[in-house]
């Protein structure tokens, strides 16, 4: 698979016989089925990872979006839904919002695990077989890298040991290298010892 240009691999883990891996590069350029975008409740774009997904996938991300807003209102921390990809190389985004960083008191790490949770289980709803992560809450809502690197790795390792599911392969997609470095360590730590050759 072709999933963009210019990647540093990490570590690749097995879990559940679903291929969970690490890489740094670009998530917009990934080809996996869908890719997850850290978006805002508004679903209206915005900076970072969003901002750029909304760009390189051109208007139609942006008009589903509206016609769920309209639908359904904003959507809340925790939760996700999915849109076509437009232009990009990944058939669907889907849109999921993390919780702001407000000291680690009001239920920050939950709600980072469900936009996770959230993100598989409207894939493996849709068929999916495969989907792209990135940092989600660690640029403008402030949640520390470290910590939400374990969060995230928990979460999703947690949902794949659940049950089977059509989802085949996992990618944590991180665009520096010091949030790389996080989730390769933190996938490590969980793998636990299922670390593909």
């Given at each position: 698979m072709d999933s963009g240009a210019m990647e540093k691999q990490a570590i690749a883990v097995s879990v559940n016989g679903v291929r969970v891996s690490v890489v740094q590069g670009d998530i917009t350029r990934q080809a996996t089925d869908a890719i997850v975008n850290a978006a805002n409740s508004s679903l209206m774009g915005?900076?970072?990872?969003?901002?750029?997904?909304?760009?390189?996938?051109?208007?139609?991300?942006?008009e589903e979006c509206r016609q769920i807003v309209s639908r359904q209102?904003?959507?809340?921390?925790?939760?996700?839904?999915i849109?076509?990809?437009?232009?990009?190389?990944?058939?669907?985004?889907?849109?999921?919002?993390?919780p702001v960083w407000r000291g680690g008191n009001r239920e920050e790490q939950k709600l980072l695990a469900s936009a996770y949770r959230e993100s598989l289980k409207v894939a493996a709803e849709n068929g999916l077989e495969s989907i792209s992560f990135p940092s989600i809450s660690t640029g403008a809502y402030g949640y520390p890298?470290?910590?939400?690197?374990?969060?995230?790795?928990n979460a999703v390792v947690s949902f794949l040991r659940e049950g089977v599911t059509s989802i085949k392969e996992v990618v944590f997609v991180l665009f520096d290298a010091a949030t790389?470095?996080?989730?390769?360590?933190g996938l490590g730590e969980a793998a636990g010892g299922s670390k593909e050759s």
């Open positions: 915005g900076g970072g990872v969003d901002g750029a997904i909304h760009r390189a996938g051109g208007p139609v991300i942006l209102g904003r959507l809340p921390a925790g939760k996700a839904v849109t076509r990809g437009g232009n990009l190389k990944a058939g669907f985004v889907i849109h999921t919002v993390g890298v470290t910590e939400a690197a374990k969060v995230a790795i790389f470095q996080s989730y390769a360590s």
